[in-house]
């Protein structure tokens, strides 16, 4: 449905090295090589910087594969579409998730598995950045972010979830009250997700409305990373309330809401405006509008 030199042309964008991208075609690397100088005199223009080695795409080469993603796009949906009227609708679908959408996304993917079971599932954790870049090079069907992540013209936003921020600390930890103030908060030793997450860029947001700094002491990208830290009664955190209402918060472990501000945020399933649609994507965002949407409480 797209001819294989544009295929070898798409896989040499991706893997930036001839070698690579003539494995992944399961090809030779001079079979790759020459299909690809077919194409540019076909084109009548050089798409690759050509040198001892891969140097990268010419402006004229960057078109080229944008065009050709979305034709190869457009291929897989057809495919999808005949599919389904054979024996139904079959994947992969691919969805970026955010880390702390994590534990709630499994209500959505099973809701899409129960209406179609034989299509093959994949999320993958990810920077709300990375979700986008992947999305537009139509390497995800969908993504999950927050809402104001999801503002472009080329999206599609669909809302599932409310979250609300609170402080996780050991049980035995020092801090006794039942709330915590943002200020107390950024006096204690934290532990937070890493500043390339829009959870922190939130986070550091509101500390600096309020002109404090917080005593950061260690950062991942990792909530199973900063749960594990807590445990150890060094570090307290700030996380969604339902990333802790559904995996469950340890016995160790105390919750309290934060307040002065309390602050929360809406998160949801982000796809691109494409006409015609991608079977999947549709699919999916049917199966969306059948769960019912999680939302954190608020103080």
Not at 36 to 51: F, Y
Not at 175 to 196: K, N
């Amino acid at each position: 449905m797209i001819a294989r030199k544009y295929l070898y042309l798409l896989a040499l964008a991706r893997e930036r090295h001839f070698g690579r991208a003539a494995e992944s075609c399961h090809v030779s690397p001079s079979t790759l090589s020459a299909a690809i100088r077919d194409l540019e005199g076909e084109l009548g223009v050089a798409l690759v910087v050509r040198g001892q080695r891969f140097a990268g795409l010419t402006a004229e080469g960057e078109c080229v594969v944008a065009h050709a993603k979305r034709v190869a796009a457009g291929a897989d949906d057809l495919r999808h579409e005949l599919g389904m009227l054979r024996d139904g609708l079959r994947g992969p679908l691919r969805i970026g998730v955010i880390p702390t959408a994590l534990p709630v996304v499994a209500s959505l993917t099973n809701a899409f598995a129960d209406a179609h079971p034989a299509v093959a599932i994949e999320v993958r954790s990810a920077s709300t950045q990375a979700i986008l870049t992947q999305l537009r090079n139509f390497e995800l069907e969908a993504g999950v972010v927050y809402s104001h992540s999801a503002d472009a013209a080329d999206l599609r936003y669909l809302p599932l979830w409310r979250e609300q921020l609170v402080f996780v600390t050991s049980a035995c930890g020092a801090v006794e009250d039942d709330r915590l103030e943002w200020t107390a908060a950024a006096r204690q030793p934290l532990c937070l997700l890493s500043r390339d997450m829009q959870n922190r860029q939130t986070i550091d947001r509101v500390f600096e409305s309020l002109e404090c700094t917080p005593h950061v002491g260690l950062e991942t990208n990792s909530i199973l990373s900063l749960l594990a830290h807590v445990r150890t009664g060094r570090w307290s955190t700030i996380l969604p309330r339902s990333v802790l209402g559904l995996v469950g918060a340890p016995e160790e472990l105390r919750v309290l809401p934060l307040v002065k501000p309390s602050v929360a945020w809406e998160t949801g399933l982000v796809t691109l405006k494409r006409e015609p649609g991608s079977p999947l994507v549709d699919a999916l965002l049917a199966a969306a509008g059948t769960i019912s949407p999680v939302f954190g409480k608020s103080e």
